[in-house]
């Protein structure tokens, strides 16, 4: 069965410092991965997706991703975080060919001054 | 605006109400997801909506839940019977597109989601 683990439940980074997120799945096939943000109150945003090709992902914000099929990976990288970084990031992946995600269980990520 | 909006906003129910949350996915989109967020979790899948057809239900907890999308654009997703473990938010998102998630027109406009607590 596929899944999603993000191993970090709650990150606290200082402004200006650097930002890994994790992420690990399972899933038979080359999957479709997806990286969302969820501040309060708001939907959950698009960051970032791998689906083919450069396993090195650009997102918005200044956020990029690795892919990495050895490892199962796909963790959330961004050189200098910025106090409106502070939220929820989801870790997906497509579940099925009509685009159903299947989400981790997230990461509160905290942004100390 | 432009994106996914979804209706009401908060609700609060007792348990045992029915209750009904609405969905305006962004115009022209063909895909319909609903999404359960329970407190502390990740969304989790509830049902699939291409046009007005419901191509995957397999995600709805129990028979007391029903979607519908009856004209292709507009959803509403219905709880019967409304149980304290109900309590969660409900996401709503729409895509112009039908696959994977290659492709920019795959991607997932989610809405604020509706936020609904079962007393």
């Known amino acids: 069965a596929q899944s999603v683990t993000q191993p970090d439940i709650h990150i606290t980074v200082s402004e200006g410092a650097s930002l890994e997120l994790r992420c690990n799945y399972s899933?038979?096939?080359?999957?479709?991965l997806f990286w969302y943000v969820q501040s309060p109150g708001q939907g959950l945003q698009l960051l970032l997706k791998y689906f083919s090709g450069d396993t090195l992902v650009q997102g918005i914000k200044g956020f990029e991703a690795e892919f990495k099929r050895s490892q199962s990976s796909f963790n959330l990288r961004k050189p200098s975080v910025h106090w409106s970084d502070a939220a929820e990031y989801f870790c997906?992946?497509?579940?099925?060919?009509?685009?159903?995600?299947?989400f981790g269980a997230g990461t509160q990520v905290v942004v100390t001054p | 605006g432009a994106g996914v909006s979804q209706s009401p906003r908060y609700k609060v129910a007792k348990r045992g109400q029915d209750v009904a949350l609405r969905c305006d996915p962004i115009s022209g989109h063909v895909s319909l997801f609903w999404y359960q967020q329970a407190l502390g979790q990740g969304p989790e899948f509830l049902t699939y909506f291409q046009n007005e057809a419901q191509l995957d239900k397999s995600g709805l907890p129990s028979d007391r839940f029903f979607a519908e999308r009856p004209e292709g654009s507009v959803s509403t997703l219905k709880i019967q019977r409304t149980q304290q473990e109900d309590s969660a938010v409900y996401l709503c998102?729409?895509?112009?597109?039908?696959?994977?998630?290659?492709?920019?027109?795959?991607?997932?406009?989610f809405g604020p989601g509706t936020r609904l607590t079962v007393l």
């Open positions: 899933y038979g096939a080359t999957p479709y």
């Open positions: 998102a729409s895509s112009l597109s039908t696959a994977a998630g290659g492709d920019l027109d795959d991607t997932q406009y």
């Open positions: 997906a992946v497509g579940a099925d060919s009509w685009g159903k995600l299947q």
